[in-house]
């Protein structure tokens, strides 16, 4: 009888461990979609996991690993997650299908555990994000990038001047902490109001604040990646959230005094905060239309409106502005600031490029006394063409996710494809850095070639091969912020110096294993050289 009872336990513990653990690997097997070899547990997570990988290598492993098919289904430890590497499918699903798949993964934690980041624009889901990214949508309108632009081009001239000061022959920086500070101080200048100096005052409660919530070599960052991928029910229940109690209560309480002073001062600046505060106050403007020619790699927001138009009344809260300016914040501290240093890294080691982009620049600051304007910044060509190759080889974010929100079923593009049927929370995944990096779609792809979206070229590129700032209705809605203050940084850099590389410089960069994002050993070290 004993015996029996033995059998029958080990029967039903087999039976939960394949069930529970064991039969999730198989998803994408059974529908006939070409997958992994995921181990248990740990999925395909494992090279990250246990740092044999860092994350562009394991993106690219990844999308090589069966190199004919449109996708690849691979596991999240045990979430079934569907690889999209063919720029066909990626326009169906997150494009012309978007609304079966509008939300990011599971990215929030409980609004009572971390009300700060569960509220901002990239955490939200469903019908709460298309508000507010109607609502938000007005900020970032070409328009307002002008009224903006002389708070970001003075910030861009301060940094470049700083650094005259020191009356070196050549500088070495770490050029990723040194535009930390810079975006710091625009961020800090165009959204909060505040004046904030991060080279005079290295140690400003800004810089700290950005350098702690940006920090993803943290294993306490990991583990929290790893909760809400898996047991989001974790959190909740020991009252975790994504943000420390110290960078929460800063923001909120800089945000409240913000808000307040306005408000008794009547104080009114050509930012986020003050058209959220329209927005509250129910007399925000009509959106206005765009009208000029930001660049190639802009998200063009009027495309997006069909699934983003906001008809509802949306109540904003002082918390609701809090969370829109932490995640513009850190957006500018660590992805953008990270694009600039790449740029930057490139042009220390193509010389000829730096060159042919400096003459641009010099043609263009005669004409306008070296304070050029936003016009003469956008139409600034080849500016645009180093900055867009830039953001090929070095997009913002190196993958994006979508969940499917409703059931979906994928049909057969072609006869060798299966059907997919997707259910409610199914997740979605787009490899951009290798799909920017693929020889199908770019020749010679690790090469720096700003030509590849020159007028005659770019209409060459596939819709679909090149999203830096993301793709469809989702994707970064500050993208038009981003380039403005990258170029306006790059114009002042190599205007007065050359960028070279040092004896410290590597050549590949080499990104830490121990980090969720692409972050690279040591920084990225170069030279400036005065001119």
């Keep these: 009888m004993i015996m029996y009872w033995i059998f029958a336990a080990i029967a039903l513990i087999a039976l939960i461990i394949w069930k529970g653990y064991l039969k999730p690997y198989s998803h994408w097997k059974n529908m006939g979609v070409p997958q992994t070899r995921p181990w248990f547990i740990f999925g395909d997570s494992w090279p990250t996991m246990f740092r044999a990988m860092d994350i562009k290598e394991w993106i690219d492993w990844l999308y090589n690993m069966h190199p004919n098919s ?11 997650t569907l690889v999209l590497k063919d720029p066909e499918v990626i326009k169906q699903l997150t494009i012309k299908d978007f609304d079966y798949f509008t939300d990011h993964s599971n990215f929030a934690v409980s609004e009572e555990v971390d009300p700060l980041w569960s509220k901002n624009l990239f955490a939200l889901k469903g019908q709460r994000w298309r508000d507010m990214r109607g609502v938000l949508s007005g900020s970032f309108t070409s328009n307002k990038m002008r009224i903006m632009y002389e708070l970001i081009r003075e910030e861009a001239e301060k940094f470049a001047n700083f650094f005259k000061i020191k009356n070196e022959d050549m500088l070495e920086l770490n050029m990723k902490d040194s535009f930390c500070r810079y975006t710091t101080d625009v961020i800090a200048s165009t959204s909060f109001g505040i004046k904030v100096n991060s080279l005079e005052t290295p140690n400003n409660d800004f810089y700290i604040m950005g350098k702690e919530v940006s920090d993803f070599t943290k294993i306490t960052v990991l583990l929290k990646f790893i909760a809400v991928t898996i047991c989001p029910w974790f959190l909740k229940l020991f009252n975790i959230g994504f943000l420390s109690k ?3 209560a800063f923001f909120t309480n800089i945000i409240e005094e913000t808000v307040k002073l306005r408000e008794e001062k009547g104080i009114v ?5 003050n058209l959220l505060l329209e927005i509250k106050r129910g007399c925000a403007k009509k959106k206005e239309e765009d009208v000029s020619d930001d660049g190639f790699a802009v998200i063009k927001e009027e495309e997006n409106a069909p699934a983003t138009h906001h008809k509802r009344t949306v109540n904003i809260t002082n918390q609701d502005i809090a969370s829109q300016a932490l995640v513009f914040f850190l957006a500018g501290f660590d992805s953008v600031s ?3 240093s790449y740029t930057s890294y490139e042009l220390a080691l193509n010389p000829e490029i730096q060159a042919k982009l400096r003459k641009e620049i010099n043609e263009v600051s005669e004409k306008c006394n070296g304070k050029p304007s936003y016009e003469d910044i956008l139409g600034m060509k080849y500016m645009d063409m180093v900055v867009s190759e830039s953001l090929r080889k070095w997009p913002v974010a190196p993958a994006a996710d979508r969940i499917c929100v409703k059931p979906y079923t994928l049909k057969p593009m072609s006869p060798e494809d299966p059907t997919i049927t997707f259910k409610v929370k199914d997740t979605l995944w787009i490899p951009i850095i290798s799909i920017h990096r693929d020889e199908k779609y770019y020749p010679d792809p690790e090469k720096f070639i700003p030509e590849r979206f020159s007028e005659a070229n770019k209409g ?18 500050g993208s038009r912020f981003a380039l403005l203050e990258t ?3 790059i114009f002042y850099l190599l205007k007065n110096y050359e960028i070279v590389p040092t004896k410290n410089t590597k050549n590949p960069l080499k990104f830490l294993r121990r ?8 920084g990225v070290p170069l030279g400036l050289k005065l001119l």
């Design 246 to 248: 110290k960078v929460s």
């Design 338 to 340: 990270s694009a600039m």
């Design 515 to 522: 980090s969720v994002a692409l972050t690279p050993e040591g």
């Design 70 to 80: 449109k996708y690849v289904g691979m596991y999240q430890f045990f979430l079934p």
């Design 487 to 489: 170029k306006a940084v």
């Design 460 to 477: 060459n590129i596939l819709p679909c091969t090149y999203m830096p700032f993301g793709v469809g209705p989702r994707a970064c809605i």
């Design 269 to 273: 600046r050509p930012d986020m905060i």
